[in-house]
């Protein structure tokens, strides 16, 4: 097993939300630490937390390197780890979630609801955020104003936004046509306000939006605003 995948016992059970390093040496010193089913007398002992067997309070420890969470993001909250004077999606998080050190893979507009994939792989993160991958974003949106067939034309051509930027062409759906519409709309990029952007180039307004799938990994509808859960295996190996 290679180097890089020890880890000191202490850093590792504070990584998995089990107390701070302190209250980690008090239970050490109690000895309700313990490795391999002998019983642990120091911190800084390295282990290796893939095949190791480490029990705390007689509780074996399951180790995850990486977390993967689904929320449906309420409006009034940033799509950022933490900001100085406004709520933050990760001010959501139970302290266990919290340790793992997530981040939203992507920005949802403070007034925006729906799926928000919260992570510490990095990797992953890029791979799905990539300009050059072109993933499929789908949005429910409400709009003020009637939504035609030449919208539906006009997105499935690519529209040019305010600055002179010429979308990526766009599936935009009609739900229902009225003074106030509703659509569906999916997207392969993520400009800054796109959707609002596509539509007021249209000479239209989002009065609503919510973000229903990204790449494979779709909005539980269980989920209401503000609640989330980990992805499932399945999910997590779609989106891997």
């Not at 977390?67 to 993001?73: E, S």
């Not at 991958?133 to 709009?143: D, E, M, R, S």
């Not at 030449?150 to 002179?164: I, N, Q, S, Y």
């Not at 519409?181 to 180039?201: C, D, N, P």
Request: net charge negative; hydrophobic share 35%.
């Amino acid at each position: 097993m290679a180097e890089k995948e020890k880890l000191r016992l202490d850093k590792l059970l504070t990584h998995m939300g089990l107390g701070t390093r302190k209250e980690i040496k008090k239970l050490i010193k109690a000895k309700q630490v313990v490795i391999n089913g002998a019983v642990a007398n120091d911190p800084g002992v390295h282990v290796y937390p893939k095949s190791d067997i480490i029990e705390v309070q007689g509780e074996v420890i399951e180790y995850r390197e990486y977390i993967y969470l689904m929320l449906n993001k309420p409006q009034g909250f940033l799509s950022a780890t933490e900001d100085a004077s406004e709520k933050v999606v990760l001010d959501l998080l139970e302290q266990k979630y919290q340790t793992f050190d997530p981040f939203p893979v992507g920005r949802l507009d403070r007034d925006t609801e729906g799926l928000l994939l919260l992570t510490n792989n990095g990797k992953l993160a890029h791979q799905l955020l990539s300009p050059k991958k072109h993933v499929p974003k789908t949005y429910y949106a409400l709009i003020q104003g009637v939504v035609t067939e030449k919208d539906v034309e006009a997105f499935g051509r690519g529209v040019k936004l305010e600055d002179g930027y010429q979308t990526m062409p766009g599936h935009l759906k009609i739900l229902r046509s009225d003074l106030e519409s509703e659509i569906e709309l999916t997207i392969y990029e993520g400009k800054y306000h796109q959707v609002k952007r596509m539509f007021e180039s249209v000479e239209k307004k989002v009065t609503f939006l919510k973000r229903l799938s990204m790449g494979p990994l779709v909005l539980d509808p269980e989920l209401k605003p503000g609640e989330y859960r980990e992805l499932t295996e399945e999910e997590i190996g779609l989106l891997l």
